[in-house]
């Protein structure tokens, strides 16, 4: 079974970085991975992903520019590069895995979630 363990969330001032952590254990089948975030009382939303190799990226357009998604498949871990954060970043953040197939920021069609990392980005 496939776990994810985000790590790298805190508290930050607009303007400023997070670097986000996803490392996967157990028994992992290489495929596109996702971040994904949720703010209180807003739907969840695809932030960025990637593709097996690590070649191929995508991103919501409120982060494009901002956010760099990356993997090391050595490490099997995903990082999630935030820069230039902006206080309606705050949300709680998820790595996703074990894609099914389709349009990357559905989040429904991933099977397998970590548990969250807190972000948060005053003003």
């Known amino acids: 079974q496939v776990q994810l363990v985000e790590s790298g969330g805190g508290s930050v001032q607009a303007g400023g970085s997070l670097r986000l952590s996803c490392t996967v254990s157990g028994t992992y089948s290489r495929t596109y991975m996702a971040w994904f975030r949720q703010a209180p009382g807003k739907e969840r939303e695809g932030v960025a992903s990637?593709?097996?190799?690590?070649?191929?990226?995508y991103y919501a357009d409120s982060v494009k520019g901002r956010f760099t998604i990356s993997r090391d498949n050595a490490k099997i871990t995903v990082y999630l590069q935030m820069n230039s954060l902006k206080p309606e970043d705050t949300a709680m953040y998820y790595c996703a895995a074990d894609f099914r197939g389709g349009p990357w920021y559905r989040g429904d069609l991933y099977k397998t979630w970590g548990q969250g990392t807190q972000v948060t980005v005053s003003s």
């Open positions: 990637v593709s097996p190799s690590g070649m191929n990226t």
